[in-house]
């Protein structure tokens, strides 16, 4: 929200107070409160008539520090809250040496001059990463009566800001007005499903706003040099998270807010859906699934949209009987002869029509206004309500209708809308309805998430979800939300997806052809590459099915080719998976994330890294043009084994069978032996792709398992011309393929050579520990 006229002057109707100097400051050990004048005090009487901030200085955990400024301390505490994770045992230090005080955390300080003018500065290595100057700590009054507490952090020369949740505009934030406030907007608008105000730069730190409702950002569109964001209440809080990485912010960060879950292998293959408004029945998805396999196109997930209820009643979670009249045995059979799992859609909302409003009505599990009235509009479905996620039994009713269909054979949910949340409404517990607005996504999608982890075991649930906020990462999948079937709209999902990644979000997919109107075979093709090279891969479409045989034959090639490719990418992925889950680095991350050092990487969004050793480049247009950035060193085409030389620029022409797919210098890329499926046991008969090994280094290649037993691990190193690889735990046989090398077994080695299209492969028989081989003269 803006508040000023240019630099000088405030806008009509507001009235600003900012932090001018400290009139007074308590210290403790480990945190210090700052009593902030907003004038300059130089007699008795300028302390009278006059408003006094409070600003409390500590540190919840190591990196971390965190600062609340509050006006009127007397304001009801309302709810709801994000859930912020202290590090136990933690203590920052904090020092004092004349008017200078330091809070220190990790590397990481705050430094007050408490006998100069007002200025938070933010430090870490002897540099100053960010400062709260003259206005950057204060209230806003209007005319309106509204209350507005703001703060404002410096911006350096070059500096970007990222994040702030799942945003299709520009996916660098500078120049933007971001409102984070929870909208049905579709990809092609400045509105957001998810909305995160966190927001991380390319100077070394984050910074996470704990406030649930509208945070309004000014990210150097007012104060061209500054970021600035504003809250309606008496009070803001907010944390500064040091890195200095982009990885170790968001491990930071998620660490306060919650860790992303690993969602369970089997929800890494293909989904395939009835669509939306498309005219489906049993006959109609057997037809369908049979049609995949008959093509040889292995499916993971069956997904039923809206319709399997009936029209006008959602949610009453009941299949419609005049097209599902036996749901238990159609889902049985689903199960026994396609071994799929079963997905289907529901929402947070009750028709008029479905017999479920009367009931929770007459218990009192919907919203309501202030006169007592059930709260409806028409908006969606017919005189529909809101369920009241803040009334512990409300959850509790809602949660038992999911059990039943869990019992019929439903795996997972596709937990849809949860964003328009009416403001003129009273709340079960009280909750102040404008923090309610984007908070209750986060207790719909934990109930739906508690339901299937309680029902189908730890490790095992999994949703589709659409809407979110700060800590919704614990709940996965997201996937983002109604697109247009065009270039344009595959490339603005690919930067939402990205931004969401640098909020905290691992798991992201998106609708595979576009979600309204209908893929040209062009883009159908193309974005299918793109799906199935993305952390979860889902067909789905509006008014039209997303089968590929309704395209053309080659989208049916494409569509096994490249389901069957991510198969085989099963031991890498899924190690990329957990590695999300422990530390919170997204699957699919922005090229900043990898390359931070690298300039030229930070505002890539039309490429992205998926775990930390592949590159993809998705090809936005008909005739196969592409344009990619490759970082420094000597990466491979993982499909050609082309070497690759960077850092530069390249522009190629790919036919419908390929994609720039580079593997990362020095890296290895294990393949599982099975594309028939993403569950098998990936480190039976794997394939370590070798490339470009660099000398001196040792490369540890960790083989999960599906199951969750022990690892398989790997130990690639070169010396020279020497290449050694040792096993731990293999199960079986196992490959190494050496990418465009030529090399030489010592004599007497178990292992057996041959000479590929791609280079050397070895094949070293079950129970041996190690092989060491010698790299022909360039390689």
Known sequence: MKFTDGYWLMRDGVHASYAAEVADVHVSDDRFTLYAAVRHVTDRGHTLNSPLLTVECWSPAEGVIGIRCTHHAGAAERGPDFTVHGEPGHVAKVTQDGALLHLTTGDLSLRVDTSAAWRLDFTAGGQVLTSAEARGTGFVLTDDGAHHSLAQLSLGVGELVYGLGERFTPFVKNGQSVDIWQADGGTASEQAYKNVPFHLTNRGYGVFVNHPGRVGYEIGSEAVGRVQFSVEDQSLEYFVIHGPTPKEILNRYTALTGRPALPPAWSFGLWLSTSFTTSYDEETVSRFVRGMADRDIPLGVFHFDCFWMREYQWCDFVWDPDVFPDPEGMLRRLKEEHDLRVSVWINPYIAQKSPLFAEAGRLGYLVRKANGDVWQWDLWQAGMALVDFTNPDARQWYADKLRVLAAQGVDCFKTDFGERVPTDVVWHDGSDPERMHNYYTQLYNQTVFDVLTEVRGAGEAVLFARSATAGGQQFPVHWGGDCESHFGAMAESLRGGLSLGLSGFAFWSHDIGGFEGTPTPEVFKRWVQFGLLSSHSRLHGSKSYRVPWDYDEEAVAVTRDFTRLKHRLMPYLFR??????????????????????????????????????????????????????????????????????????????????????????????????????????????????????????????????????????????????????????????????????????????????????????LSIPSGTTGISVRLAAGC
């Open 576 to 761: 990329a998976a957990q590695q999300a889950a422990e530390n919170g680095t997204p699957m699919m991350r922005a090229m900043m994330l990898e390359f931070p050092d690298d300039p030229a990487c930070h505002t890539l969004d039309r490429q992205y890294m998926l775990g930390g050793d592949l590159l993809v480049a998705p090809v936005f247009s008909a005739d196969g043009t592409v344009e990619y950035y490759v970082p420094a060193g000597t990466w491979t085409h993982v499909l050609s084994g082309e070497k690759i030389q960077g850092p530069g620029w390249r522009r190629e022409r790919y036919g419908f069978d390929s994609l720039p797919l580079l593997a990362r210098p020095g890296s290895v890329v294990p393949f599982g032996a099975s594309d028939d499926s993403a569950v098998y046991d990936w480190a039976d008969g794997v394939t370590l792709r070798v490339h470009a090994p660099v000398d001196g280094v040792t490369t540890v290649t960790g083989i999960p398992s599906p199951d969750g037993s022990a690892d398989a691990v790997f130990r690639t190193r070169r010396e020279g011309d020497v290449l050694t690889v040792e096993a731990e735990r293999a199960p079986g046989a196992w490959r190494v393929l050496l990418l465009g090398s030529q090399a030489r077994l010592d004599s007497g080695s178990p292992a057996s050579a041959a000479s590929t299209g791609l280079g050397t492969l």
